[in-house]
């Protein structure tokens, strides 16, 4: 389904950010120095609380800062070796690199098709036909939804039809802001299997922007926390879940009463080992 990059890149990382600060309005900085890499064939998930500088960062990626008044003020993004930072999202999405947006943003008055074939603006009718049967294999419920309007579907449907849009260019590296959010608990299990089947049947690369830190380190490779918008803590997903401080205030158990109480916070803050 995917087309993986060639043999003079495989060595690079697929995605790699370098010290990037990211400004909003020439003056309200949100990202400060922040750096990820994100190898071919992983999940590497970024999380942190809301307002952390998360999706700022994968707007930086993706190239859509400037319809928010933001900009990189400095840093580097490559994708695949060659630089990105302030290319249009038109030149990034040719390049291999799609982003599922927080909230859907789906075309409401169109059908579930309709939708699709949207996202397969930049591919003939023979590769459409092929990544639209991908996506209906992948999601078997929106195939018995296909003529039915967007906008008339179940959030969980419409998260499905949103990745399901962005596998239709077929990306080399896909970006999910906040996959997880307005969802059910069945839902949000459902579509966080379809990432890492994405990951295992395609070798497709996943950026994972999330609040729900439990969810994605259950499916992730590798991970960053931002908190402030700075990177505070990295590492594998099980160098992250053994971390005290990432159980207690990210998973939300406590290693002594089970779990944690926003009473905590404060003494929390007080003892970020990470920064110090």
Known sequence: MTSPPDATSAALPALAVHNIQIVYGGAIEAVRDVSL????????????SNGAGKSSVLKAISGVLDAEDGEIEKGSIHLFGEAVEGAPAPQIVKRGMVQVPEG????ASLTVDENLVVGAHLQGAARLAE?????YELFPRLADRRK??????????????????????QPKVLALD?????????????IFNTIRRLRESSGLTILLVEQNASRALA????AYILENGRVVLDGTSEQLRRNQDVREFYLGMSSQAGRTHMKDVKHYKRRKRWLS
């Open 37 to 48: 890499e994100v190898r071919s064939g992983q999940i590497v998930a970024l999380l942190g």
């Open 104 to 107: 859907r943003r789906l075309f």
């Open 131 to 135: 990544a639209r049967d991908y996506v």
């Open 148 to 169: 039915q309007i967007a906008g008339y579907l179940s959030g969980g449907e419409q998260q499905m039809v949103a990745i399901g849009r962005a596998l239709m260019s």
């Open 178 to 190: 906040e996959p997880s959010l307005g969802l059910a608990p069945l839902i949000v299990t459902e």
């Open 219 to 222: 499916i992730a490779d590798y």
